[in-house]
């Protein structure tokens, strides 16, 4: 007989102005390497990092992400944070999801600019508690050591050198963004005249 092992769900936070490839590596790296039975994309309705920056509208947000991750059954996008409004913060929706799914084993997927400063996330002893970190090599960012009190691992991964800012410069410009985003999304970005005010 086997034992039945408890649900494992990773959360992958952001802002995703837009979706790029970089998450969707991310995604698949995740997938591919920590046998999740599901991956939350989740993105934020403004995030505490980005206090200021004006974000495309969520419900553009939200279909790039569909698009970016069509035909990955285990990825479901949630519009939890968007929905709720505000500032995002990561224990919260952390604390949602471990209250909906109480036996699961939670991961919170970041990219590796993100390691150094997890200590200065909101409740960070309780976050440190609520989830394992995962983190995906980036370009730029180096490999650190996980700030005590929390756990995770870095994801083999392929650093992909690109950001959603340079993706928001380049469409400003009316430059292509094909090499960056998947196809759909491309096509999206390029009927929407977005991002040409901010
Ligand atoms: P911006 O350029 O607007 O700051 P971004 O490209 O960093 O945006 P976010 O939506 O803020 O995109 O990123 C969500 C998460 O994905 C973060 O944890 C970030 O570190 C990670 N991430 C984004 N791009 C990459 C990449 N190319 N490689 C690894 N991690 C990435």
Redesign the pocket.
């Known amino acids: 007989m086997t034992a039945s092992r408890p649900q494992s769900i990773a959360v ?6 837009p ?5 969707v ?2 995604a698949q790296s995740a997938l591919a390497e920590l046998e999740l039975d599901r991956l939350i994309v989740m ?2 309705a403004q ?1 505490p990092f ?1 206090p200021v ?1 004006k974000l495309a509208p969520a419900e553009a947000r939200m279909e790039w992400l569909r698009l970016a991750f069509a035909g990955e059954p285990k990825v479901e996008i949630s519009s939890w944070e968007l929905d709720r409004g505000g500032v995002s913060y990561s224990i919260e929706t952390l604390r949602a999801l471990a209250a909906a799914h109480p036996n699961a084993e939670m991961f919170y ?6 390691v150094a400063t997890l200590t200065e996330w909101r409740e960070a002893e309780a976050l440190a508690e609520a989830a394992t970190f995962v983190v ?4 730029g ?1 180096p490999e650190e050591a996980f700030p005590k009190p929390f756990r995770g691992r870095y994801l083999k ?1 392929d ?10 410069q380049r469409l400003r410009a009316g430059r292509s963004v094909a090499d960056f985003v998947p196809p759909p999304v491309a096509q999206m970005l390029n009927s929407m005249q977005i991002y040409s005010e901010n």
């Open positions: 992958f936070g952001g802002s995703f102005d979706v790029h490839n970089g998450h590596m991310i993105p934020a995030s980005k920056q997927l970041i990219g590796a600019d993100h995906v090599p980036r370009p960012a991964g650093p992909l050198a690109i950001s959603a800012s340079e993706i928001r």
